[in-house]
């Protein structure tokens, strides 16, 4: 089939061995959980770097040192491999479940499943471990340990995931907060997008988001408002990016060779960003002049990757399959909103100078000391918070209006207990 035909097919369905591949829920490929490690340490590799004073790391050689400063410095990168991955991964398993049998509905029938059975998958799977961290910090701060309490607003909006909606609350509980309502209202979009999508042609309407992102990143500039760089349209590009990508892969299955070729390029695109784009100063991102072709290159080079590896078996997918990596990749979630208070808090204990005490901090004394601290706390919140509360989606939920659906061992019901427990402490203690 040309590429041509490919891309304008309408409203298609991805052949067996897609729906094999993709599966939904259960048939994941583990070497994209794998993927998850490196996003997630790779954000933990430039706030490790920050707290240690920004130095200058090198790397020696057999007749010269490599400055390996871009490497740390553009450690958010991981955040885009996280936003392109949720949207690859999500439209996946959208696909799978499409292509085993509609269900009845206007919705569900395009989208494979309902809107509120999606959503509370999605509420399970990264809120408990969400609240264990706000729970855990709201603690502290409440006795004058670390930051400063939240104000009432400020919690009632991180407990729904929409702090972002209140500029000066978007990193006031947890610096790396910041990124979770992108994440959380992509998912309240996801199953329109995919609908969506099924009836267009995937390079335009990846276009048609790439203009949303970059006309709202021109408007951000010439009117010196940062407030819109706070919002999904800034960032939606990246989740639609993975969308494209994934519905390129249900159709067209790369073979061994092309697809590490593709893994190849793509991996060396994104390693190579920080030297390409090494110029520009730290702070801005993306919200820059260069907001055109910074992402476009970034999200060609994430697609890349990601279409390489969930392909036909090659040695890049067993670089990432292998059981540390994914067992990384599981608690990657964890380690992603865990690791700044973690890496601050053994400063306080005396395990590294704290930051800006003028006293110099060793690079690799922060790392060896933190990301095993990261990794061990992480781990703890996975198996607490996380697996558990993923265990009961899977095992589904009681019929609306049922008396099952309202006793305390639904995990919805905890959910709302716990957020209303987390208020009135907060509300007790001011």
Same mark, same amino acid.
Request: hydrophobic share 55%.
């Given at each position: 089939?040309?590429?041509?035909?490919?891309?304008?097919?309408?409203?298609?369905?991805?052949?067996?061995?897609?729906?094999?591949?993709?599966?939904?829920?259960?048939?994941?490929?583990?070497?994209?959980?794998?993927?998850?490690?490196?996003?997630?340490?790779?954000?933990?590799?430039?706030?490790?770097?920050?707290?240690?004073?920004?130095?200058?790391?090198?790397?020696?050689?057999?007749?010269?040192?490599?400055?390996?400063?871009?490497?740390?410095?553009?450690?958010?990168?991981?955040?885009?491999?996280?936003?392109?991955?949720?949207?690859?991964?999500?439209?996946?398993?959208?696909?799978?479940?499409?292509?085993?049998?509609?269900?009845?509905?206007?919705?569900?029938?395009?989208?494979?499943?309902?809107?509120?059975?999606?959503?509370?998958?999605?509420?399970?799977?990264?809120?408990?471990?969400?609240?264990?961290?706000?729970?855990?910090?709201?603690?502290?701060?409440?006795?004058?340990?670390?930051?400063?309490?939240?104000?009432?607003?400020?919690?009632?909006?991180?407990?729904?995931?929409?702090?972002?909606?209140?500029?000066?609350?978007?990193?006031?509980?947890?610096?790396?907060?910041?990124?979770?309502?992108?994440?959380?209202?992509?998912?309240?979009?996801?199953?329109?997008?995919?609908?969506?999508?099924?009836?267009?042609?995937?390079?335009?309407?990846?276009?048609?988001?790439?203009?949303?992102?970059?006309?709202?990143?021109?408007?951000?500039?010439?009117?010196?408002?940062?407030?819109?760089?706070?919002?999904?349209?800034?960032?939606?590009?990246?989740?639609?990016?993975?969308?494209?990508?994934?519905?390129?892969?249900?159709?067209?299955?790369?073979?061994?060779?092309?697809?590490?070729?593709?893994?190849?390029?793509?991996?060396?695109?994104?390693?190579?960003?920080?030297?390409?784009?090494?110029?520009?100063?730290?702070?801005?991102?993306?919200?820059?002049?260069?907001?055109?072709?910074?992402?476009?290159?970034?999200?060609?080079?994430?697609?890349?990757?990601?279409?390489?590896?969930?392909?036909?078996?090659?040695?890049?997918?067993?670089?990432?399959?292998?059981?540390?990596?994914?067992?990384?990749?599981?608690?990657?979630?964890?380690?992603?909103?865990?690791?700044?208070?973690?890496?601050?808090?053994?400063?306080?204990?005396? +395990?590294? $100078?704290?930051?800006? @005490? /003028?006293?110099?901090?060793?690079?690799?004394? #922060? %790392? &060896?000391?933190?990301?095993? !601290? *990261?990794?061990?706390?992480?781990?703890?919140?996975?198996?607490?918070?996380?697996?558990?509360?993923?265990?009961?989606?899977?095992?589904?939920? +009681?019929? $609306?209006?049922?008396? @099952? /659906?309202?006793?305390?061992?639904?995990?919805? #019901? %905890? &959910?709302?207990?716990?957020? !209303? *427990?987390?208020?009135?402490?907060?509300?007790?203690?001011?």
């Amino acid at each position: 089939m040309s590429l041509s035909r490919l891309l304008t097919r309408d409203d298609s369905r991805p052949r067996a061995d897609s729906v094999a591949r993709a599966g939904g829920d259960s048939a994941h490929i583990d070497a994209l959980t794998g993927v998850r490690a490196l996003a997630a340490l790779w954000v933990v590799l430039v706030h490790a770097w920050i707290i240690a004073g920004r130095p200058t790391p090198m790397l020696p050689l057999v007749f010269t040192r490599f400055d390996l400063t871009p490497i740390f410095r553009f450690g958010w990168l991981g955040v885009d491999l996280f936003f392109v991955l949720s949207g690859f991964l999500l439209t996946r398993q959208a696909w799978g479940k499409v292509a085993r049998g509609a269900p009845s509905g206007w919705l569900s029938s395009r989208f494979g499943e309902g809107y509120l059975s999606f959503l509370r998958r999605r509420v399970l799977r990264v809120y408990p471990a969400y609240y264990a961290t706000i729970s855990i910090l709201l603690v502290l701060a409440l006795l004058h340990i670390y930051r400063d309490p939240p104000e009432k607003a400020d919690l009632l909006l991180h407990l729904a995931m929409l702090h972002n909606l209140v500029e000066r609350y978007i990193e006031t509980i947890n610096g790396v907060f910041w990124s979770i309502p992108f994440e959380w209202q992509f998912y309240l979009v996801f199953p329109l997008l995919f609908v969506a999508l099924r009836k267009a042609n995937p390079f335009m309407f990846y276009v048609a988001f790439a203009l949303l992102a970059l006309g709202t990143k021109e408007w951000v500039i010439t009117s010196g408002n940062g407030y819109m760089q706070l919002q999904l349209p800034i960032r939606l590009d990246a989740f639609v990016a993975g969308m494209c990508a994934a519905t390129f892969a249900e159709h067209r299955r790369l073979q061994r060779w092309p697809a590490f070729a593709a893994f190849m390029l793509g991996l060396a695109g994104l390693f190579a960003t920080p030297w390409i784009y090494s110029a520009y100063p730290l702070g801005i991102h993306y919200f820059d002049a260069v907001g055109l072709s910074r992402p476009l290159w970034i999200q060609a080079s994430i697609c890349l990757f990601l279409l390489g590896i969930s392909a036909e078996p090659h040695p890049g997918v067993r670089l990432f399959s292998n059981r540390s990596t994914v067992w990384l990749g599981l608690i990657s979630y964890s380690i992603y909103l865990v690791h700044v208070p973690v890496l601050d808090f053994l400063a306080l204990l005396g +395990a590294y $100078p704290i930051r800006d @005490s /003028g006293v110099p901090i060793s690079l690799m004394r #922060v %790392i &060896l000391i933190g990301v095993p !601290a *990261v990794i061990a706390v992480s781990a703890l919140f996975y198996y607490l918070f996380e697996r558990p509360f993923q265990a009961s989606s899977k095992r589904g939920s +009681a019929r $609306p209006g049922s008396a @099952s /659906g309202l006793r305390l061992r639904n995990p919805m #019901v %905890i &959910l709302g207990i716990w957020a !209303a *427990v987390l208020f009135a402490f907060l509300v007790a203690m001011t």
